[in-house]
T-cell receptor
Framework: GQNIDQPTEMTATEGAIVQINCTYQ??????LFWYQQHAGEAPTFLSY??LDGLEEKGRFSSFLSRSKGYSYLLLKELQMKDSASYLC??????????WGAGTKLIIKP | TAGITQAPTSQILAAGRSMTLRCTQD?????MYWYRQDLGLGLRLIHY???????GKGEVPDGYSVSRANTDDFPLTLASAVPSQTSVYFC?????????????FGPGTRLTVT
């Protein structure tokens, strides 16, 4: 079967750095996406990785290792507005997204 | 640009009744999707459409039907609602195929079946 694993919840301090991990087992791989979802709102796109390595976008970076079936999202200089759920999704061989359950990130002052 | 809109925002529906959730996008995306999101579970694909005139079944299609008469609209119908269909429903659209084509989501419809 297809499976995406992420931690359910993480807590971090404002101004700090946090790494959210995602491991996956899917039928085929055509890219990995990270989305942010604030409570009561729709998911919004953060990053896309299809090749191994690090993609950086301002305070957010995403890493991919295809051989390990592993990705992480790195958030730097955490702000209170970063409190949200972070969703990992893999595009499979049918070009459909398979979603993890999301990691709820709580930022404390 | 409105992007992608959904209606209604929320609804309480009696079991056994039918309902259509509406979704419209103005980005001229070929691909559209319907997901449900339940607490503790990831987004689960109900139905999808890669282009106008075609539809496909996702992971959890039972009890739902869709149509794609044109590029912009992708309604989702519950023929006879059951309590297990209580969920938040998101419609999304994207360019189709390979490449960094992220999905754009509508604001969601919160449905309660009693």
């Amino acid at each position: 079967g297809q499976n995406i694993d992420q931690p359910t919840e993480m807590t971090a301090t404002e101004g700090a750095i946090v790494q959210i991990n995602c491991t996956y087992q899917t039928s085929g791989f055509n890219g990995l996406f990270w989305y942010q979802q604030h409570a009561g709102e729709a998911p919004t796109f953060l990053s896309y990785n299809v090749l191994d390595g690090l993609e950086e976008k301002g305070r957010f970076s995403s890493f991919l290792s295809r051989s390990k079936g592993y990705s992480y999202l790195l958030l730097k200089e955490l702000q209170m507005k970063d409190s949200a759920s972070y969703l990992c999704a893999v595009r499979d061989s049918n070009y459909q997204l398979i979603w993890g359950a999301g990691t709820k990130l709580i930022i404390k002052p | 640009t409105a992007g992608i809109t959904q209606a209604p925002t929320s609804q309480i529906l009696a079991a056994g009744r039918s309902m259509t959730l509406r979704c419209t996008q103005d980005m001229r995306h070929n691909a559209m999707y319907w997901y449900r999101q339940d607490l503790g579970l990831g987004l689960r694909l109900i139905h999808y459409s890669n282009t106008a005139g075609t539809t496909g079944k996702g992971e959890v299609p039972d009890g739902y039907s869709v149509s794609r008469a044109n590029t912009d609209d992708f309604p989702l119908t519950l023929a006879s609602a059951v309590p297990s269909q209580t969920s938040v429903y998101f419609c999304a659209s994207s360019e189709e195929g390979e490449g960094p084509y992220e999905q754009y989501f509508g604001p969601g419809t919160r449905l309660t079946v009693t």
